[in-house]
């Protein structure tokens, strides 16, 4: 019987990744311009340096990363939010895995919860109801973050507690959106991007149709694509070569999963329970208007930042660590000159390192420093 493994497997070839190499490399040639690509997603860096794939590109490519990490994204003083939360009396702070060890002004959760503080890294939103139900007597504010992918899981908890009347469940909603994220990495005087590949996991709730105006407002290409490696290179030779033909579309290659429209009704169950915030601002990128979604009015009751007066003064990061660089894609990990000395895994110094979808962590792990 054909198991999840050697499906994948099909997408992890030798000879497959080898073969699309030498197409890229010999279509490359043709380039009028070298080709700077943003991968968005910090699960395209992460497959780009773990299989090595910027290796087998000639030099007239280069990867640029992007800020498609929502827990890199998340500034200090939201991480200060959160912390101040985990310290209310009868407070139980729930949040999904990496946000634990992102540092904020006052420590990590992590360094919190150490502290003595309830805090509880889930794995599946909806456990966050278990434990409200669980704690009938304490108050369980679930830390919501990221993109458009994981925005729905969040409404589907949120509906749920509606539903059972579980009064005990507050939220502090974290969850931004791509595209202004993209138009804010362009709008940098130094960008020098020229072409995107898409965020895939996100494209199969919104559709691929969410980047056709970044396509016309940039002229620029942009695929959508998967994670594996063969998926990557794909999409790579789509990019070249529409570049080399002097086309600028919005193509997908994951088309496995992503249509135009995406998921319709994981969209609805988003536009029921979110609407846009005026104002958010992102780790790296600023303040960017229309990029973040927060509870909609009649959900008032349960926003945690109406309940609990939090400190909403912006924190710089520490002038030592590039993550905002990083993130809008002007340097490296290897150029931050605190990378694998006072900033690694076990003591990260900027979020770009903590989280499994960070460049630094990226980094990190596939290039063997220790």
């Known amino acids: 019987m054909l198991t999840l493994d050697d499906l994948f497997q099909g997408f992890r070839q030798p000879e497959v990744i080898r073969a699309l190499a030498g197409e890229i490399a010999t279509l490359a040639a043709r380039l009028p311009e070298p080709l700077r690509v943003m991968e968005v997603c910090g699960g395209h860096t992460h497959t780009i340096m773990k299989y090595g794939l ?47 060890r992102v540092p904020g002004s006052r420590g ?40 458009e ?11 749920q507690a509606e539903a059972l009347g579980i009064a005990n469940l507050l939220f502090h909603i974290n969850h ?17 991007v ?8 996100v494209s199969v709730i919104t559709g691929s149709e969410l980047y056709r105006p970044i396509v016309e407002r940039y002229r620029l290409p942009l695929v959508v694509s998967g ?20 086309r600028s579309e919005l193509e997908v290659q ?16 988003v536009a029921r329970c979110f609407e846009l915030r005026e104002h958010f601002r992102w780790r790296g990128l600023g303040d960017i208007p229309a990029s973040a979604l927060g509870l909609r009015a009649e959900f008032a009751h349960r926003d945690a930042e109406r309940h609990f007066a939090l400190d909403q003064t912006p924190i710089e990061d520490h002038k030592a660590c590039q993550c905002a660089d990083i993130l809008r894609g002007l340097a490296k990990p290897s150029d931050c000159r605190v990378f694998g000395r006072g900033c690694d895994p076990t003591r990260p110094m900027g979020s770009c390192m903590v989280s499994s979808e960070g460049a630094c962590n990226a980094y990190y792990r596939y290039k063997g420093i220790a």
């Not at 994670?227 to 002097?246: I, S, W, Y």
């Open 194 to 201: 020229n072409a995107f590949i898409g965020p895939s996991h």
């Open 54 to 100: 910027n290796q087998l590109m000639p030099e007239q490519i280069e990867f640029i990363h992007g800020p498609g990490c929502p827990v890199c994204v998340m500034p200090k003083e939201r991480i200060d939010q959160a912390i101040a939360l985990a310290e209310q009396p009868g407070v139980i702070l729930a949040t999904l895995g990496d946000m634990i």
């Open 108 to 147: 990590s959760l992590a360094q919190c919860r150490a502290r003595g503080c309830d805090v509880r890294p889930l794995y599946d939103p909806l456990d966050a109801l278990t434990l409200a139900q669980e704690n009938p007597d304490r108050t369980v504010v679930f830390f919501a973050i990221g993109f």
């Open 176 to 192: 931004v959106l791509v595209p202004p994220a993209i138009d804010a990495v362009m709008a940098e005087p130094a960008c020098r």
């Open 227 to 246: 994670f594996e490696p063969v998926d990557m290179m794909e999409a790579m030779l789509m990019l070249v070569r529409q570049k080399v033909e002097g």
């Open 149 to 159: 992918t994981t925005t729905p899981m969040t409404a589907a908890l949120l509906l």
């Open 254 to 269: 994951y088309r496995r999963a992503v249509t135009p429209q995406g998921n319709l009704v994981a969209q609805q169950m």
